[in-house]
Every structure is written in C-alpha cells, then in structure tokens.
C-alpha cells in the first residue's frame, strides 16, 4: 500500500488548485459548489451555497461554461435554468438517493391511481429529483423556500410530497399543511445516531444543536435550530460569543461554517456507523476530476425533452420574479 505524506497532498493540492485556476480563465468557466464538497473545492469555487442559492446563482452566470460541483440534479438545474451555458460536472455518477427513490414512470402511475380515486392535488417535489420527476411536478422546493412555496398551494387542494418522508413530515409541522408523503430519504441524514447526539449534548452543555430537515424527527426533536444550509449559516452568524454548536448534516459543512465563523466550536453528530457523515455521492468529485473536465470539456449535462416541462415549474417555484400560475390540477 502507498502512504503519502501530508506535505506530498498539500504539494499535489496546491498544483491542482493552480491548474484549476488557469483552466478557468482559459475556458472562461465561473465554478459553483455546494457546501457539501470537500474544503479545497469549496475554496476554489466563485460562489458556494446551498441548492437555492447555487439554481439562482447558475441563472446570472455569464461565462460560456458553468462548472458545478456537486451532484447531477443540482447541474441538470443549473443547465435547465440556463439553457446556452455549457453545464460540466466532475462526476456524472455523483447522483442522491432521493433522486433515485423517485423516478418518473412510479410517480406518474402514483399520481395516476390518486387522480382515478377522485383526490384533487398538486404535486410538490424536492429539488432533489430528476428533470423527469420534476416535469411531472406543479412545484419545486428547496430547504430554503419550502414553507414560502407550499403557502402558494391553494388550500382546497391536497398535498402530494416527494420524495423525501423526512423533510415532507417536518414540513407538515411548520406549515399545518397535511400531505401524502412518499417513502423517500437521504442516506446521509437518515442515519445519524441519537444516541451519540444525546452524548454530545451531555458533555456539551451549552452547545446548540443545529439538524438539517431530511433528518429524521428523532433528530429533530433535540434541535434548538432546523433548516437547510444557508439558513444554518445565518442561524450561527448570530451568536457573537464563542458558541459550541453540534452539527446534524453532511460533515464537509462544518469547513464553510468554520471558515465564515471560525470563533465558534463545531462538532459532527456521528453517523450510527460512522464518525462523521459524509455524502458518498458528493466525494466522488475531487480536484483530480475537476481539473480533467475542464481540460476534456466533459462530462457534460446535454439538454433532455423533459428539460423544457422541467424548466417551466423550475422557474415558477424557484425565481422570484416568475409570474406563471401552475397548471390546474385534478382533472
Ligand atoms: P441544502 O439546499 O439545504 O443545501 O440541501 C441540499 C441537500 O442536498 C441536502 O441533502
């Protein structure tokens, strides 16, 4: 086995970070990432930020090519709301299990067999879907704007959730709203453990407990702060004093928030079978794959026929100026 030194990876990482940095002006790319990705990808990044943030972010992009780091439905939005933009992702098989959970032939026959049962309904689906899933949607959300969009929803009609179970029942809670939800959920969130939070919280006190909404409610309910990424960022911005804060999410977001917040402690909830939990998905692009699809132009995101329908509920949930109405429902 090969074992190499600490100096040896800081020397190929700062090569690579190097290489990265010419290749974007020479291809004119702007790099979006998630907060999800390892550190050294964050900081090469033009703008890093959560689903919401990176979608409306893609849509002002004005160099040929969009680079995005993170995994394949947040590149296939950023492609479907710019449509002329070159869309690159290190990994085309970075995918997520929510996506996964949910295609499109299982949803359309669910959604068919409620429409024959007489249920009146709009579809709202979480921003981690395929474009597929999504044209079949009358809206997207994202952590950050869930509770604003399912206020849209008229309330004589009912609720279909997809795909997450999780984010879907705590958005019943905050919303009041009842939902059909579907059995979907995140591998990263699913499996923090309680137990080691509450051990956390015994030898931390005074810590503060922030949970992203895929957790499950038995994590939830020991949060002092539930919200998606961007907001837990804002959350901690408002602790001036040195604050210990346990973190139930994806482990690549405690460099954001140590980078941005660097006077605050933060430690990870263990996963039941892991120290830190990090998304599997989200690792496959390191700086290795960044550096060879700027250099290859590929992989690419192609436009799909489904983009256009995609596109449509796309802009209407997620764009603040998007004046169109969903189509009716039922039918
Ligand atoms: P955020 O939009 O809160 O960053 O969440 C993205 C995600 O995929 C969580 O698993």
């Not at 033009?46 to 947040?74: Q, Y």
Request: aromatic content about 6%; overall charge neutral.
């Amino acid at each position: 086995m090969s074992c190499v030194s600490a100096s040896t990876r800081r020397s190929v990482t700062d090569d690579l970070a190097q290489e990265i940095r010419q290749l974007k002006e020479k291809i004119g790319a702007t790099i979006l990432a998630h907060y999800y990705q390892d550190g050294e990808i964050q900081d090469l990044a033009d703008v890093t930020g959560d689903s919401l943030k990176l979608a409306r972010a893609a849509t002002r992009v004005d160099s040929p090519v969009i680079v995005f780091c993170g995994v394949h439905f947040m590149a296939e939005t950023a492609k479907i709301l710019n449509p002329t933009k070159r869309v690159l992702l290190p990994d085309l098989e970075a995918g997520c299990s929510l996506a996964e959970s949910c295609p499109a032939d299982k949803l359309a026959r669910y959604q068919e067999m409620l429409r024959l049962n007489g249920r009146r309904f709009q579809t709202v689906t979480y921003i981690n879907s395929t474009a597929a899933t999504k044209a079949l949607s009358d809206w997207i959300v994202t952590s950050g704007n869930a509770e604003e969009v399912i206020r849209r929803v008229p309330p004589d009609v009912e609720i279909l959730f997809v795909p997450d179970k999780h984010l879907g029942a705590y958005l019943q809670e905050v919303t009041g709203r009842k939902m059909i939800l579907w059995d979907g959920a995140c591998i990263v969130h699913e499996i923090f453990s309680v137990q080691d939070l509450l051990k956390l919280k015994k030898q931390y006190p005074q810590a503060k407990t922030i949970a992203h909404p895929e957790c499950p409610a038995n994590i939830r309910e020991h949060a002092d702060f539930i919200g998606g990424t961007e907001n837990m960022l804002k959350y901690i911005g408002r602790f001036a004093e040195p604050t210990d804060f346990l973190v139930a999410t994806e482990a690549n977001m405690m460099w954001q928030m140590q980078s941005r917040f660097p006077q605050h402690r933060y430690h990870p909830v263990p996963g039941i079978t892991c120290a830190c939990n990090k998304c599997p998905h989200m690792a496959r692009n390191t700086l290795e794959k960044l550096r060879d699809c700027m250099v290859n132009l590929a992989p690419e995101i192609h436009w799909q026929p489904e983009f256009d329908q995609a596109k449509k509920v796309l802009e209407r949930s997620l764009l603040p100026t998007a004046p169109q109405a969903p189509a009716p429902v039922g039918d």
